[in-house]
C-alpha cells in the first residue's frame, strides 16, 4: 500500500508542478483563487493528498467465536477535484489503508483486518469563513476493498456504503492550501455472511492532514 501511494503522490507532483505556472489563475481570469470575487461560478480544480490515522471497526455475531474488533492503523489517499464558486464542489479520492490486528483465543487466533484500496465520489459544501480559510462538509459514497485475514485464511468483499464528513482548508498562498478533516467513510456496511460470519458490518473513518495544489 505504501509504495503504491507513495508513487501516486510522485506521479501528482510531477504532472502538477511543470503547469502550474501556466494555470496560476482561476479559469475565468479574475485573478483571484481563494475567493469568487464576481461571483460567476468558475470553476478552480486541484490535486493533492491526504494522510492520517484510519479506523477500522469490525464485528459478527454468530452463535460461537463471535468478534469486535476496532484498529487505528495509517492510511493515505490521492484526491482530484474542484471547487465551484465559493459554496460548491466534487471530489474524487483513491486511497488505502494499512493493516491492524488483534489476538482471539482458538480457533480465531490473530485477525488481521485491512481496507486494501478505497475510492471516494464526494460532493462538497464549503463556506469561506475568511479570504483565507475555507470551512467545508462531504457527502457522497465510498467502494472499499475490506479484507480480512485468521488463521483460517483470508476473505475479502468490495462494497460501497455512504460517506460523509467536515474539514477546514487555510490558503497559504494563491495556488497551496493545507488542512484538516474528519470522514466517515463507512458506517456499519454489511459484508457477506458466508464470509465473514453472521451479521458482519464493518466501519471506516479517517483524520486526515490534507494538501493540495489549485490550478
Known amino acids: 500500500m505504501k509504495k503504491h501511494l507513495l ?9 502538477a508542478f511543470p ?4 494555470m496560476a489563475q482561476d479559469m475565468d481570469n479574475d485573478n483571484d483563487i481563494r475567493v469568487d470575487t464576481d461571483n460567476d461560478f468558475d470553476i478552480r480544480p486541484y490535486a493533492g493528498v491526504g494522510l492520517g490515522a484510519f479506523g ?20 493515505g489517499y490521492v484526491k482530484l477535484g474542484a471547487d465551484i464558486g465559493d459554496y ?14 488483534k489476538t482471539y483465543p ?7 483486518q ?22 467545508y462538509a462531504l457527502v457522497g ?6 479484507k480480512g485475514t485468521d488463521s483460517a485464511g483470508s476473505q475479502s468483499q468490495t462494497k460501497t456504503g455512504l460517506s460523509y464528513g467536515l474539514g477546514g482548508e487555510y490558503a497559504l ?23 465473514f460470519g453472521t451479521g458482519a458490518k464493518a466501519k471506516i473513518w479517517g483524520i486526515s492532514l490534507t494538501g493540495a495544489y489549485h490550478f
Not at 508513487?7 to 504532472?15: E, I
Not at 503547469?19 to 501556466?22: I, P, W
Not at 498562498?173 to 464470509?195: A, F, I, P, R
Request: net charge positive.
Open 56 to 75: 477500522l471497526e469490525f464485528k459478527n455475531s454468530p452463535t460461537t467465536n463471535a468478534v469486535s474488533q476496532k484498529n487505528t492503523v495509517f492510511g
Open 141 to 146: 459514497g465510498t467502494t472499499a476493498k475490506f
Open 114 to 135: 485491512q481496507a486494501s484500496n478505497f475510492i471516494s465520489y464526494l460532493a462538497k459544501v464549503q463556506f469561506p469563513a475568511t479570504p483565507d480559510l475555507r470551512l
Open 19 to 22: 503547469v502550474a505556472g501556466a
Open 173 to 195: 498562498q494563491d495556488t497551496l492550501s493545507v488542512g484538516l478533516e474528519w470522514v466517515q467513510y463507512w458506517n456499519n456496511v454489511k459484508l457477506d455472511n458466508n464470509k
Open 88 to 101: 460548491l464542489g466534487a471530489e474524487l479520492r483513491f486511497g488505502a489503508t494499512g493493516s491492524g490486528s
Open 106 to 112: 482458538a480457533p480465531i487466533g490473530s485477525l488481521k
Open 7 to 15: 508513487a501516486a503522490m510522485a506521479a501528482l507532483t510531477l504532472v
